[in-house]
């Protein structure tokens, strides 16, 4: 194990941008994306490029977290396309709970870390990933937070591909709906594309067919007849409930453990091979 870590840190070392260790970057703009997500865009101190990276990759990032008085080191999945220039993570706020130590990583980077100050990233790493050689069509599920290494996928299949796609999102409603408006207009002009929104707690203001299009949870065998494309590759990002209950839906639509890939945060628990952070 110790010997193919170390192989993978000679390949990111050695790679167009990449680098060993920590490197400093710059935030050179964040947006709120959500009452809670929030992208902060990072390009390097040195004024180098960047390393290309698969989409679905993520990096870790060293904070600082004054209450604990020391560093703590997250991983977050990248949220853009390879562009060369910088990387775009998008952080969400967890709720702090003082005896788990949990939310202080993401509250001090969305209350403190602002236009012009530094933090320190890793090359990007994880297996979890989109595979760029394949031609099939492409069905992406999420829930949450699990949208941001689908959005690098997504970006970057528009981009460089003709692949079919469809992109199934599942959240609260329209206040922590995430780039809805942006996703929006992408499928607006990308008719290979198609979007389907579940929200299971609707603000009075939200307009079925406009802002969402099923009330509920993901449910995947409600709208068989949208994700059922012949070949297609399922990418599976959110929490572990979510993602084991679309593994199971899929399986009992019939579509095969090798066509379904996953990112867990945590073990593997929904008995398929999982692409792990």
Same mark, same amino acid.
């Given at each position: 194990?110790?010997?193919?870590?170390?192989?993978?840190?000679?390949?990111?070392?050695?790679?167009?941008?990449?680098?060993?260790?920590?490197?400093?970057?710059? %935030?050179?703009?964040?947006?709120?994306?959500?009452?809670?997500?929030?992208?902060? !865009?990072?390009?390097? *101190?040195?004024?180098?490029?960047?390393?290309? !990276?698969?989409?679905?990759?993520?990096?870790?990032?060293? %904070?600082?977290?004054?209450?604990?008085?020391?560093?703590? %080191?997250?991983?977050?999945?990248?949220?853009?396309?390879?562009?060369?220039?910088?990387?775009?993570?998008?952080?969400?706020? *967890?709720?702090?709970?003082?005896?788990?130590?949990?939310?202080?990583?993401?509250?001090?980077?969305?209350?403190?870390?602002?236009?012009?100050?530094?933090?320190?990233?890793?090359?990007?790493?994880?297996?979890?990933?989109?595979?760029?050689?394949?031609?099939?069509?492409?069905?992406?599920?999420?829930?949450?937070?699990?949208?941001?290494?689908?959005?690098?996928?997504?970006?970057?299949?528009?981009?460089?591909?003709?692949?079919?796609?469809?992109?199934?999102?599942?959240?609260?409603?329209?206040?922590?709906?995430?780039?809805?408006?942006?996703?929006?207009?992408?499928?607006?002009?990308?008719?290979?594309?198609?979007?389907? %929104? !579940?929200?299971?707690?609707?603000?009075?203001?939200? *307009?079925?067919?406009?802002?969402?299009?099923?009330?509920?949870?993901?449910?995947?065998?409600?709208?068989?007849?949208?994700?059922?494309?012949?070949?297609?590759?399922?990418?599976?990002?959110?929490?572990?409930? !979510?993602?084991?209950?679309?593994?199971?839906?899929?399986?009992?639509?019939?579509?095969?453990?090798?066509?379904?890939?996953?990112?867990?945060?945590?073990?593997?628990?929904?008995?398929?091979?999982?692409? *792990?952070?």
């Amino acid at each position: 194990l110790i010997a193919a870590a170390a192989a993978l840190y000679d390949r990111a070392a050695a790679a167009p941008g990449g680098w060993r260790g920590w490197r400093n970057f710059v %935030v050179r703009h964040r947006r709120q994306e959500s009452e809670l997500i929030t992208s902060f !865009f990072l390009e390097p *101190e040195d004024g180098e490029r960047v390393a290309d !990276f698969e989409p679905g990759q993520y990096v870790s990032v060293a %904070v600082d977290v004054p209450r604990l008085g020391l560093q703590q %080191v997250r991983q977050y999945s990248l949220s853009d396309a390879p562009n060369g220039k910088r990387y775009r993570i998008s952080v969400t706020r *967890e709720s702090e709970d003082a005896q788990r130590d949990a939310g202080d990583v993401s509250s001090q980077l969305h209350d403190h870390l602002n236009q012009g100050d530094l933090v320190r990233l890793t090359p990007p790493f994880g297996v979890f990933h989109l595979d760029m050689q394949a031609t099939t069509p492409v069905v992406l599920v999420s829930s949450g937070a699990g949208l941001a290494p689908l959005v690098s996928m997504l970006k970057t299949l528009l981009k460089n591909t003709e692949r079919q796609l469809v992109f199934v999102h599942g959240t609260c409603n329209s206040s922590v709906h995430a780039m809805k408006d942006r996703i929006s207009a992408v499928v607006e002009t990308n008719r290979r594309l198609t979007s389907v %929104v !579940f929200y299971d707690a609707p603000l009075p203001t939200d *307009e079925p067919g406009y802002d969402y299009d099923h009330e509920g949870f993901v449910d995947l065998r409600r709208i068989e007849d949208q994700i059922m494309v012949p070949h297609a590759d399922y990418y599976v990002c959110g929490p572990i409930p !979510f993602m084991r209950m679309q593994v199971e839906a899929l399986r009992s639509l019939g579509v095969q453990d090798s066509r379904i890939h996953c990112e867990a945060f945590g073990t593997d628990v929904l008995g398929i091979p999982l692409r *792990e952070r």
